[in-house]
């Protein structure tokens, strides 16, 4: 048996959570094209019969500009720590200007002193011939392990990458039962279901500013699932837009989150959601811990 803990690292909309749910098969990390869409590390296990791979999903490196930005940014730094071997993650449609912040993204990750694979990835998108000079000024950015393009949203190429992280474990125990896929209890996973919709559904600017936390969740006789949410927002104009007019809004962001738990959980779900306004919460410390940001 192979095992050991893999970090995946990159900027923002890289395609990180991505590239998690696709080896494990299994949706444990929310995804959509705003950027920082994951705020705290996720874990996720892909386990065969010969190798279990631990998958840590952390935050986009970008530069905080809040104590929700700061506390992402530690996470990062954590994920980083005491792992086998970090993925570095990076969309391949670059733009020149970007190849830096790249390489300074890059050396923060030095410290960690493991083999680092590049991941190129959304290689579905672009010609090959266009490939081949990203990929060629990347491998100059750092001394990489491995390079392995890929497209995590299409499958394409992954299983290489699975193999290649393969060559960079040592012998090792099976850390966690082989039908675990993830750490995170029922109540996060749900909450950030919730979240993912408003990502999906609200204006540019609304996003960032939005927590979900839930209040209720219990497990009925029946064996459906009652479940009350909060979705809070930084202002009230912002929770007239979540709302929408007649509740449109609200009711299209409860009805698409309740699919995808009621597919995770295998049950019915009832599920309530309540807007809240809760001004600068991002840099509230006391309420970001009370809504699982410890």
């Not at 690292?9 to 995804?31: D, F």
């Not at 300074?104 to 010609?127: Q, R, S």
Request: net charge neutral.
């Amino acid at each position: 048996m192979k095992s050991g803990f893999v970090a995946i690292c990159g900027r923002p909309n890289a395609g990180k959570s991505t590239l998690m749910n696709r080896i494990i098969g299994e949706k444990v990390a929310i995804v959509s094209n705003k950027p920082q869409t994951t705020r705290t590390k996720i874990m996720g296990v892909h386990t065969t019969e010969d190798c279990q791979i631990v998958l840590i999903d952390t935050p986009g490196i970008h530069k905080p500009h809040n104590k929700l930005g700061e506390k992402m940014e530690k996470y990062i730094y954590t994920a980083t720590q005491d792992v086998d071997v970090l993925l570095y993650v990076v969309d391949c449609n670059l733009y020149e200007n970007e190849y830096e912040k790249e390489r300074t993204a890059l050396e923060g990750l030095k410290k960690a002193d493991v083999p680092v694979i590049l991941v190129v990835n959304k290689v579905d998108t672009v010609a090959k011939n266009s490939l081949f000079p990203v990929i060629e000024k990347l491998s100059g950015l750092y001394d990489f392990a491995g390079i392995v393009p890929l497209s995590a949203r299409m499958g394409d190429n992954v299983d290489a990458l699975v193999d290649e992280i393969r060559t960079h474990l040592d012998e090792g125990p099976q850390f966690f039962p082989g039908d675990l896929i993830t750490d995170q209890p029922e109540r996060q996973i749900a909450a950030e279901y919730i979240r993912e919709k408003t990502l999906r559904l609200l204006n540019q600017e609304i996003p960032h500013g939005i927590a979900v936390e839930i209040e209720k969740m219990k497990k009925k006789d029946s064996g459906t699932y009652e479940i009350l949410a909060a979705i809070y927002c930084e202002r009230q104009s912002h929770k007239a837009i979540i709302i929408g007019r007649k509740g449109e809004k609200l009711k299209d962001i409860g009805s698409r989150a309740r699919q995808d738990i009621e597919r995770f959980l295998g049950a019915k779900v009832y599920l309530e959601l309540w807007v809240k306004v809760k001004e600068d919460w991002r840099n509230k410390e006391a309420f970001m811990n009370t809504i699982g940001f410890e």
